[in-house]
Each structure stands twice: as structure tokens, then as C-alpha cells.
């Protein structure tokens, strides 16, 4: 093998002679430091072929800088390619304006040493119309700095890696990478990097792209360029990461995934009772008193408290089969004791979550003793079709309330919630078992999180794998260090989005349109919705409003098969007659959802997120 000249990464080659003239030490680090290029509309490498092509120096108009929605980053005309004679004509003279522009000694402006803007380097996501290229030269370090080609035949690469930054304390807004910690992505976590001029093994990279362009002089030029990928930034964000230097204590873990089940689909739905019974608590404290009619005031405060009830009834039935589930597949020893009243096969950790079980008492009834009661109902509340009303024979006789409408304490609830998930979350088998296999959550992964933005930065990477033992693979000085914008991020720039709709609104125009668009309800949600349609605006207003006004809406949804008997629907609808509706079903839904499907405890689940302060930033500034 023959030892070659020094191989090193700089900026692109068509900046350089912004670096003309007498140059200081910050402007010498960006000179080796690869070039980030912000493009605004979906042709992106059509735009940066015509750019290279035909005027390579106008790239430095398009170098990244901050910029929000309200005041974004001035757009560079983009030359487009001509062919023929015009075409050679107009290169000639753009070559000879770019020498003599290069005879002045233009010298780049934005040196390291300067003060950072206040305004964070944010890049944000392709569904914003953003799009950001990493672009550098690979040069041999000799009289004219050659391109230093890839032989792939040698198995060589270029890539890029994308790294984390650890900004010292008090940093705020866009820190110097070289005065900060790094992460490198390794295997779907953030690693520590104790050198980051060097690749990290199993490190994910990400490709380059060689470009061959004519600079002004004639010579071929070659430029690598690699999308720096914005939008998975919740995958990047969301991966486990170590501990900050000189921070006391570990970093918040992931929750167990059957932990996160239980909370779900158990403790959480217990929990939005209490709502229930606050809301009946204060549909009751509402009516006036002392009322005119005393006999009607309390038969209201009757009728709210046992609507209430039954739907807490309901709610419980259900929770009770999701617990006896979740046993039967996590705790399996645990839940045949359940069945068979009896710990004599338990110790430890599993004893203690039996009599966990056993020490919650509703109705006369242990919990433990509830799923053995309620088991055999299990295929009629998987069946069932009208709303429960307290004597109806489609409905199990068994009552078991995890609270009451008459309840003012929740406390005790609470700590019975919170002993019953230390006592099975001890004794679930550690680690995870690999027969058992739970699909990782959102919710899981909340309190584990990183909730302000990150910093980033990116080096580029040249590896020889044939020389490995000799030349270690060529890494970059890092890029500026940037944040990744989400999705919704209030400073990203917003797409022009044009809904058409329908100019002529008459039957004659309405009838035009093709019912493209089929909507197929099923039985139960098809009586549901012919049991909204005999209700009025009023009907759902006196429904929220205080005794002696309020009127229950009555809804007890049927088939809404011929005959009643089972069947469904298909709707089928036009979409600009959709679009007409849609901002008025927007409004509504909402509240029509919570009259339709009542027991919503099973739809939502807050969970608190430690340490999670929306305004931690701006206090972090006033404080500095």
C-alpha cells in the first residue's frame, strides 16, 4: 500500500474565495467546516444542480441562517440552465465577473469569534417547505487542495453523522460545538463520544452525494452534499440518552410497557371516574335552593346521581375484565390464585400483589372477589348494545363501583390506585420476559423524553476500510450547531394550503357533484346517529343547563336494521359538500362524541410528566 498525501474535509469548494486575503485563525475553522445550505421550495436539487452549474459562487446566498415564519431568510435567485450559445455566452460572463470579484479579496464576514445571533439556528421539516443540504469539499492537503476522489472499488465511503450536543451550563442560544459535549446515534441511542473527531463504532450515517461542477477558472470541481434529515426528529429526540456531565442522579427510564398497559387500560380509566362523580357533585350544587318545588328539586338531584352511577357502573364492569386480562397475561400465577381464592402458591413479591387485590373492597366485594364475579358476564359486555340503566336485564345483576356519585373524598382512592400499581409492577418478572412482546407506547416514553429542543451538529466522514489499521476514518470539524423544529413549532413557516369550494351552492349545482366519498356505519353507530336526529339546538342546550331548565336528551340507541334487526349503512357524500360542513362539524364534534359515546374514561389518559415546564427556557433567560 502507498502512503498517501493528507486527506481533510472543507467548506465547499465555490466559497472559497470569500476567504481571500488576510485571514485569522475563526476564519481558518470555517474554511474546514462543512457548509449547511437552506432551500424553501420542493425542487431543492433541481435548484442546487442550477446554482452549481451555471453560477457555484451564488451558493453562499444560500448558507443557513435563523429565520422564523415572520421574518424568514431572504431567497437567492436561482439561475436556470440555457443551452446552446446564450448558454456558453452567459457562463463566460459569469466566470468573468466571478475573477474579477475574486481579485478584490473578499473576506467572509461571519466569523466564529463574533457574537452568536440571538435568534436560534432552527431548521425545520420538509412538510414546512424547508429543506437543508449538507454540502463540503474532500481535499488532499497539497499545492491547490485536489479533490481527493472516492474509489469505490476500495470499498471507500462518504457520509455524514448527526450528532447531539451537550451545551455547558448557561448556554442558551446557538453554542460553539467545540465547547460542548457530543452524542453520537448509536443503535437507536445516544452514546457519549469521548473524541469528536473520531467515528463511533455502529454509529448511524447517513450518505453523500459527489456532484462535479465547472468553477470559474475551468477546472472540475467535485462537491458532496447529503440531506440533513429535520423530520425524524422525534425519533432522534425520543431515544434514551445518558446523563448530562457534572449532573447528580440517572436519567429518567422509560416506563415498563406493561406498566404503561396497566395505566391505561386500568388505573387511568379509575381515575376519570372521579370526573364523573365531581361533575354529578356539581350538577347537584347547581340547583338552586331553597327551589320552588322541592319534591322536583330533589327528584333531579336523584335522577343526576343515578345517571351518573350507572355510568360509572359501566365504566367499572369494564375495568374490572381489562385487570383480569391484564393478569392472565402478565401475572399469570397471580391471576389463577384470583380464580382459585387462594395465595397458598404465592410468596414474595406475587403474595404481596394478591392481597393488594384482596385489600380493595367495593360493594361488599374484594376486587380480587369482583373478576371472579364478573367473569362469566364476559361475553354479554362484550356483546351488549343499549346503555346501561340500573335493573335492565341486558346488563350483568352484579354491582361493583370503583367510586360513587355521592363521594366528596377521592384520596383514599388514590392511594389504593397508586399501592395497587407498586404491588404489581414488584412483582411482574424482570427483566421483560421475551415471550412476552408489548408494542413500545407514546405515553411510555413521555417521561424519558427530552422536552426542550436539542442541539445538533453535523461532521462529515471518509472511511477506507482497506486502510483501517493505517489511516482511521476522516472526520470533519463540526457544522454550526442547529435545533430541529416539530411539526407544529409556532416559528415554522406554513405551506400555502387552497381548499376549492363549491361556487354554485343551489339543488341545481349541489345535484353535479358526484358522491365519491362513502361513509359505512356499523349497527350500533348507525342507532346511535338516527337516535340524535329527532334532537333540536335547544335539546342540547337545556341538556347542559342547571335544574329546573335541564331535560335529559333520553337517547337509548337501537339497530337501526329493517325491523330492528341487525344491519348497517353506507353514506355516501360529495367532497366539496363536505368541505362545507366541516368547520361547523369541527365545532361540534367534540361535545357530540361525549353525547354518543359516553364512557369516555376508556378515550383519554393524562399522565403527569415530571420535571416538564413549559416556560423553563424563559426563565432560564431571565434568570441569566
Known amino acids: 500500500m502507498t502512503m498517501e498525501r493528507h486527506i481533510e474535509w472543507t467548506s465547499p469548494a465555490a466559497l472559497w474565495d470569500q476567504f481571500n486575503g488576510p485571514t485569522s485563525e475563526s476564519q481558518r475553522r470555517v474554511f474546514r467546516t462543512p457548509a449547511i445550505l437552506r432551500f424553501a421550495t420542493d425542487d431543492f436539487m433541481k435548484d442546487f444542480i442550477s446554482v452549481m452549474e451555471n453560477d457555484p459562487r451564488r451558493v453562499s446566498g444560500l448558507l443557513a441562517v435563523p429565520e422564523t415564519w415572520r421574518k424568514p431568510a431572504a431567497e437567492t435567485e436561482v439561475p436556470r440552465v440555457q443551452g446552446g450559445l446564450i448558454g456558453a455566452l452567459h457562463r463566460a460572463r459569469t466566470a468573468a465577473v466571478r475573477k474579477i470579484e475574486a481579485r478584490q479579496g473578499i473576506v467572509r464576514t461571519n466569523v466564529w469569534n463574533e457574537a452568536p445571533p440571538a435568534q436560534p439556528l432552527k431548521f425545520y421539516q420538509p412538510a414546512h417547505q424547508r429543506y437543508y443540504l449538507i454540502t463540503a469539499a474532500l481535499v488532499c492537503r497539497t499545492v491547490g487542495l485536489p479533490d481527493r476522489a472516492v474509489d469505490t472499488t476500495q470499498q471507500e465511503k462518504a457520509t455524514f453523522v448527526l450528532r447531539m450536543l451537550q451545551p455547558p451550563a448557561g448556554t442558551l442560544v446557538n453554542p460553539d460545538p467545540a465547547s460542548c459535549g457530543e452524542l453520537a446515534h448509536v443503535n437507536g441511542e445516544w452514546k457519549s463520544v469521548t473524541d469528536g473527531a473520531t467515528l463511533v463504532e455502529g454509529e448511524t450515517q ?229 415471550a412476552v412482546s408489548i408494542a413500545p407506547r407514546q405515553a411510555a416514553q413521555a417521561s424519558a423524553t427530552i422536552h426542550r429542543s436539542p442541539w445538533f451538529t453535523v461532521r462529515c466522514v471518509f472511511e477506507r476500510p482497506n486502510c483501517t489499521g493505517v489511516k482511521p476514518a476522516v472526520v470533519s470539524d463540526p457544522t454550526a450547531s442547529f435545533q430541529m423544529a416539530a411539526f407544529f413549532d409556532p416559528d415554522a413557516p406554513a405551506r400555502p394550503v387552497r381548499i376549492a369550494m363549491p361556487a354554485d351552492t343551489t339543488p341545481a349545482g349541489l345535484r353535479k357533484f358526484d358522491k365519491n366519498t362513502a361513509f359505512v356505519m356499523s349497527d350500533v353507530l348507525c342507532g346511535q346517529v338516527e337516535s340524535m336526529k329527532g334532537l333540536s339546538f335547544a335539546d342540547l342546550i337545556m341538556a347542559v343547563l342547571p335544574f329546573p331548565l335541564h331535560k335529559d336528551l333520553g337517547i337509548n340507541p337501537k339497530s337501526c336494521g329493517p325491523d330492528g334487526d341487525p344491519g348497517g349503512t353506507v353514506c355516501s357524500f360529495s367532497i366539496p359538500i363536505i368541505t362545507i360542513c366541516a368547520l361547523i362539524l369541527l365545532m361540534i364534534i367534540v361535545k357530540l362524541l361525549d353525547i354518543i359515546f359516553f364512557w369516555m374514561p376508556f378515550f383519554q389518559i393524562c399522565l403527569p410528566l415530571p420535571k416538564f415546564d413549559a416556560k423553563l427556557e424563559v426563565k432560564a433567560e431571565i434568570g441569566n
Request: charged content about 20%.
Open 206 to 434: 447517513y450518505p453523500l452525494s459527489p456532484f462535479s461542477y465547472a468553477e470559474v477558472d475551468g477546472r472540475k470541481r467535485r462537491v458532496y452534499n447529503g440531506l440533513i434529515p429535520v423530520a425524524k426528529r422525534e425519533e432522534l429526540i425520543a431515544a434514551k440518552t445518558p446523563a448530562p456531565p457534572g449532573t447528580t442522579g440517572t436519567p429518567l427510564a422509560p416506563v415498563d410497557g406493561r406498566q404503561m398497559m396497566l395505566k391505561t387500560q386500568v388505573l387511568g380509566p379509575w381515575a376519570n371516574l372521579t370526573d364523573v362523580a365531581r361533575l354529578s357533585a356539581k350538577q347537584v350544587a347547581s340547583t338552586p335552593e331553597p327551589a320552588p318545588d322541592l319534591v322536583a328539586r330533589a327528584a333531579a338531584i336523584a335522577a343526576a346521581r343515578k345517571v351518573a352511577n350507572e355510568q360509572i357502573q359501566t365504566v367499572s364492569w369494564f375495568i374490572l375484565l381489562d385487570l383480569e386480562q391484564w393478569l392472565l397475561d402478565n401475572l399469570p400465577d397471580v391471576h389463577q390464585a384470583v380464580i382459585d381464592n387462594s395465595s397458598a402458591e404465592l410468596d414474595g413479591a406475587q403474595l404481596a400483589a394478591f392481597q393488594a387485590l384482596q385489600g380493595i373492597q367495593r360493594n361488599g366485594s374484594s376486587l380480587a372477589g369482583a373478576m371472579n364475579s364478573i367473569r362469566p358476564s364476559r361475553k354479554m359486555l362484550e356483546t351488549v348494545v343499549p346503555v346501561y340503566r340500573a335493573g335492565s336485564a341486558d346488563w350483568p345483576t352484579f354491582l361493583f363501583q370503583f367510586v360513587t356519585a355521592t363521594q366528596v373524598d377521592f384520596t383514599t382512592d388514590a392511594a389504593q390506585r397508586a399501592s395497587l400499581e407498586a404491588a404489581l409492577v414488584a412483582a411482574l418478572p424482570q427483566p421483560l420476559p421475551g
